[in-house]
C-alpha cells in the first residue's frame, strides 16, 4: 500500500475548516502529521502521531492523536497549535503568539508531511493554502481627510455592510480582519491611529475627534448599507468602540467589542514614556477623558515599567475599581449606544477581566431598556487573544509589541482556538442582522 495524504478543500479562505485525511497505511500503524508554515519569514510547526484505523486511515477531525503538539480531536490543530521554530538566542516563549502578516494579498501556505513511524518509505505530502482575500475584494490605501487606513471593498455591487476595525494597544492596522470581513461580503474600513507612519506612535491623549472625522467619512464616501456603520475594536479597541458608541451615537449604528473595558483606561502599555503609564488616553474637546488610573488610591502598583511582573496582570484593574466613585466616573456610559451591540470575551483572561467588562455592558444595556439585539460571546477558557480562525493561538507568555513588557494572554490552546473560530462566524452574522435593510412591505 502507497501513504496517501490530502486535503479538502486544499485552498480556501482562512476561516474555511479543512479536511486533513492519511491513507493507504497499515491497519494500526504509527501515522506521524506535520505542518509547516512560512509566517513573515519564520518557520511556524506543529506535530502530532495517531494509530491508523484497521482500514489503514487516520482523519484529523475524528481520531485523537496519540502524541504531540496537542491532545484533542481537531482538525484544525495542526494549524492553530504551530510554534515558531526556535533560532539562536530565542525560544517559543519569548516570541510574540500572534506573527504579524501584512500582505493580506500573499496567502498562508502550508505544507503537510505524513510518514509511517515503522516504515520509513512510506512518506506522503500535501499543500494547504489560506487566503485572507476571495475574490473580487478590492484593497485600497486611505489617505483622506486626516485618515490612516486600508479599505476592503467585497465583490459586486452595493451597498454592502460596513464596519471599521480598530486594532488595540499594539497599534497599527489590521488588514487581516479587514481583509476576511471583506472576503464575507462586509466592507472594511481597517484603521489605524497610532503606530503607524503618518502618526503617533503611541496611543497617549488620541482625540475622539479623529474617529469623528472617519466616522462622517465612511457615511459620506461608503455608502454604507442601511446606513449603518458598525465600529468594531480588539482589548483597548473594544474599548474604543463602545466609547465612540456613546459619544457618536448618530454616527454609529453597531458596535463589536472584542475583549473590551468597560472603562476608560490610562494609556498603560501602549503610553508615550515621556507622559508615563497613567497619561490619559482618549480627549474629547482637548481635554482628556476621566479614566480608572487617575489618581486612584487603590491602584498601587502596575506592570508596564519593568517592574517584577505580579501573579495576574489583571488584579490591577480589580484595585482600580474596589473605588466606586472612580469606578463610576471612568465608566463608558454605554446606554447612550443607539443600536445592536456585540461583545466577545474570554472568562480566563490574563491581561484584564474582559469577561466582567463584557457582562458589565449587556448587563447595562438590558437594565437600560436597550431597544436593540446585545449580543454575549463569553468564552469559557479563551483568553484575551481571540483573533482570527485557524491561526496559531497565543500559548505562553508574549511581550507587548510597545511596551515590550513580558505578559501571558491566558486561556488554553482549544478555548483560544475555538473562540477564534467560532467568534468570526457569530460576528459576521451580527452584522447581517445589524445592517439589514429593514422590510417596509405592508
Known amino acids: 500500500m502507497t501513504l496517501r495524504l490530502t486535503v479538502s478543500p486544499a485552498d480556501d479562505l482562512l476561516d474555511v475548516p479543512r479536511r486533513i485525511e492519511v491513507s493507504g497505511a497499515a491497519p ?76 493580506v494579498e500573499r496567502p498562508l501556505r502550508t505544507r503537510l508531511d505524513a510518514w509511517d513511524e515503522s516504515d520509513a518509505t512510506q512518506r506522503a505530502t500535501a499543500d494547504l493554502v489560506q487566503r485572507w482575500t476571495g475574490p473580487g475584494v478590492r484593497r485600497r490605501d486611505v489617505r483622506e481627510d486626516g485618515l490612516v487606513g486600508t479599505l476592503f471593498v467585497p465583490q459586486g455591487d452595493g451597498p454592502h455592510p460596513t464596519i471599521v476595525v480598530l486594532n488595540g494597544s499594539g497599534g497599527g492596522i489590521n488588514e487581516q480582519r479587514g481583509a476576511l470581513y471583506a472576503s464575507r461580503g462586509v466592507q472594511a474600513l481597517a484603521l489605524g491611529y497610532f503606530g503607524v507612519p503618518g502618526l503617533p506612535d503611541h496611543i497617549t491623549r488620541t482625540p475622539l475627534e ?105 488584579d490591577v484593574y480589580v484595585d482600580g475599581l474596589r473605588d466606586r466613585g472612580f469606578a463610576a466616573a471612568s465608566r463608558i456610559p454605554v446606554e447612550r449606544i443607539a443600536g445592536p451591540v456585540a461583545c466577545v470575551s474570554g472568562m480566563a483572561d490574563g491581561l484584564w477581566p474582559s469577561s466582567m467588562y463584557a457582562r458589565q455592558v449587556v448587563e447595562t444595556l438590558r437594565a437600560a431598556g436597550h431597544a436593540h439585539e446585545t449580543l454575549l460571546l463569553d468564552y469559557p477558557d479563551a483568553g484575551h487573544s481571540i483573533a482570527l480562525p485557524h491561526l496559531p493561538v497565543a500559548q505562553g507568555p508574549t511581550r507587548h509589541p510597545v511596551s515590550g513588557i513580558e505578559l501571558s494572554a491566558g486561556g488554553t490552546p482549544a478555548g483560544n482556538a475555538f473562540a477564534d473560530a467560532d467568534s468570526f462566524a457569530q460576528v459576521c452574522a451580527f452584522v447581517e442582522r445589524a445592517t439589514r435593510v429593514p422590510d417596509l412591505r405592508p
Open 28 to 103: 494500526g500503524a504509527l501515522v506521524t502529521v506535520s505542518a509547516t508554515t512560512d509566517r513573515a519569514g519564520t518557520a511556524w510547526s506543529a506535530r502530532a502521531t495517531y494509530r491508523a484505523d484497521r482500514a489503514g486511515t487516520v482523519r484529523l477531525d475524528r481520531d485523537p492523536p496519540m502524541s504531540g503538539d496537542y491532545g484533542r480531536v481537531d482538525g484544525m490543530a495542526l494549524l492553530t497549535s504551530q510554534r515558531p521554530d526556535a533560532t539562536p538566542g530565542t525560544t517559543p516563549d519569548t516570541v510574540p503568539g500572534r506573527p504579524p502578516t501584512t500582505d
Open 210 to 314: 479623529y474617529f469623528e472625522t472617519a466616522l462622517r467619512h465612511v457615511h459620506r464616501e461608503l455608502a454604507p448599507r442601511a446606513g449603518v456603520v458598525v465600529v468594531s475594536g480588539q482589548s483597548r479597541g473594544g474599548e474604543l468602540a463602545l466609547l465612540l458608541g456613546a459619544t457618536y451615537p448618530g454616527l454609529v449604528g453597531a458596535v463589536v467589542a472584542y475583549v473590551p473595558g468597560a472603562h476608560v483606561h490610562g494609556s498603560q502599555g501602549a503610553a508615550d514614556p515621556a507622559q508615563g503609564w497613567d497619561s490619559p488616553t482618549w480627549t474629547l474637546g482637548g481635554e482628556p477623558l476621566p479614566h480608572l488610573w487617575q489618581d486612584n488610591p487603590g491602584v498601587t502598583w502596575q506592570p508596564w515599567t519593568g517592574g517584577p511582573p505580579p501573579d495576574r496582570y489583571r
